[in-house]
């Protein structure tokens, strides 16, 4: 199975974490955040039923061991997930997706403009360590960012907007930090899986990281290359007026903090997402 399946040469560990690293959530009674060093992967499912249930995203380089041990706390020993989706291909989303999927032999799901990457046909652009913010911005070069392999492994979401085995959530196209980016929503109780549309930490700024100081942002700056796709994005996920977020980065969000949040962000998005300088900023454009 691994014969058409290849991380890129520049995958490796990052030394990078958090205070809130291998401490999981139950953020609803169906949806569990785990953070692994710097990045949250979330399970969709009811605990109680091990055959039903989805991944969102694959955490960081060499963190397959972490997620199996906390999946079968989580579901019990041998689940399998019914799938796996990617909110994007960033290298801290992807980080043990082959390893997952040898373990499980499950499809993996991606909008259609993020194939190129995932299937060793497109790098993504280089992280900016010249934009404006902190330490972790200034370590970026140090972060992958060539094309992984996942062959035939990865397919497209469904173009309805339809999520696999998950009838009550849709994905919604939020581009900007990435081209294929998505976010996946449930109406019932309005239930957000952001990625890194937005987020719940200044993720530029390492001891923000570290002590995980929760204040809502927009993507990460250092890989973002598309700053009015990405103002759009957050405006349309404003508009479905979640009641709690789980982003890619930083401790979910919920109730009037997300509310208030949320807009003030959509209002402000030039003075507190935007960078003043970096190499795909233009700030004429905004």
Sequence with gaps: MADDMQYSEDHHFIPVTSIMSGIGQAVTSDIYCYPIQVVNVCFIGDPDNSEQWTLVDAGMPRSADDILKEVEKRFGPNARPNEILLTHGHFDHVGAIIDLIEHWDVPVYAHEKELPFLTGKKSYPEPDPTVE????????????????????????????????????????????????????????????????????????????????????????????????????????????????AVTGHGIPMAGDVLTDSLANLVNHFQEIAVPDFGRYVDRREH
Excluded at 201 to 220: A, C, D, N, R, T
């Design 133 to 244: 913010g902190g330490m972790v911005a200034k370590m970026s070069p140090y972060f992958p960012n060539e094309a992984i392999q996942l062959g035939d492994h990865v397919k497209p979401l469904p173009a309805d907007g339809t999520v696999p085995n998950l009838p009550e959530w849709k994905w919604i196209h939020t581009p900007g930090h990435s081209p294929g980016h998505v976010s996946f929503f449930r109406e019932r109780d309005r239930a957000l899986i952001v990625g890194d549309a937005f987020v719940t930490v200044k993720q530029e700024y390492l001891y923000k990281v570290l002590v995980q100081e929760q204040e809502i942002s927009g993507p990460p700056r250092y890989l973002t290359t598309d700053w009015k796709e990405a103002w759009e994005s957050v405006k349309k996920l404003a508009a479905l007026k979640p009641a709690v």
